[in-house]
């Protein structure tokens, strides 16, 4: 009678192994959990500058940081906008301190999209308090899909108007010093950006805006570059906040 082969208790021990590394991946590899759907900004710079290369635009992150002042021929005469809000003030000031130099003691960093994490920061600055809604978590990848997640963000402020006012790029005039702009770049309806208002000119009927955030790290980026030069076609909008 052929004999049944027992298997060896180190074959066992291996497939217990890979049956626990398989359950945990299911949860996020290395025990981080994973990010949640459109939580992946288009502007994919790692903040480590590692490679040097946009992901998305294809472009040098050393090169094409910082600020990117629109080339419309010759320049209207523009006045900008000024704030003596004390919170605006404090938010501003936040966000242009650590829009290249990240807070990444206090807050931590999602590598290649931190542009939400970032902007949640600046509002935490202003005076904002967070929610079981929105929250840091202790860890930028325990948060709240709010605080890490263009499309998620703008679900939540959708949810709450005491907090914030929708704006469409036609109503670009209402916007003010340390408002939240997000990008569609691909049209697709979700958000792939997200940004902090840090300038605003305007003049001859025209309204310039410029905005501070991470990924592609930015302190004054423009607005109409962004979306005509950068990712031609693309859509932006606007949160007029509350408070």
């Known amino acids: 009678m052929p004999r049944t082969r027992t298997p060896s208790r180190r074959a066992v021990a291996t497939l217990l192994g890979v049956a626990a590394l398989g359950a945990l991946c299911l949860t996020g590899c290395g025990g981080v959990p994973p990010l949640p759907p459109q939580v992946a900004s288009a502007d994919s710079a790692s903040p480590t500058r590692s490679s040097g290369i946009d ?32 919170d605006v003030v404090a938010q501003l000031d936040y966000a242009l301190a650590y829009w290249s130099d990240y807070n990444v003691e206090e807050w931590g960093v999602l590598e290649g999209n931190d542009c939400v994490n970032f902007a949640s920061q600046a509002l935490v600055a202003r005076g904002w308090t967070q929610t079981a809604e929105w929250n840091h978590g202790g860890d930028p990848y325990a948060s709240t899909a709010s605080w890490r997640s263009s499309t ?11 907090l914030a006012t929708p704006l469409a790029d036609s109503q670009r005039d209402e916007v003010q010093l340390g408002d939240i702009v997000q990008f569609d770049w691909d049209r697709s309806g979700d958000r792939d950006h997200t940004g902090i208002v840090t300038r605003i000119e305007r003049g001859d009927g025209e309204t310039r805006i410029s905005f501070a955030g991470h990924t592609k790290d930015s302190d004054y980026r423009d607005v109409d570059v962004a979306i005509t ?15």
Do not use: I
């Not at 030069?229 to 408070?243: C, K, M, S, T």
């Open 229 to 243: 030069q950068e990712h031609p076609g693309a859509e932006v909008y606007y949160w007029r906040l509350a408070g």
């Open 55 to 86: 992901a998305d635009d294809g472009e040098s992150s050393d090169d094409d940081s910082g600020s990117d002042v629109a080339d419309l021929g010759t320049e209207p005469d523009l006045v900008a906008d000024e704030t003596s809000d004390p």
């Open 152 to 162: 998620a963000m703008h679900d939540w402020l959708s949810r709450h108007p005491e």
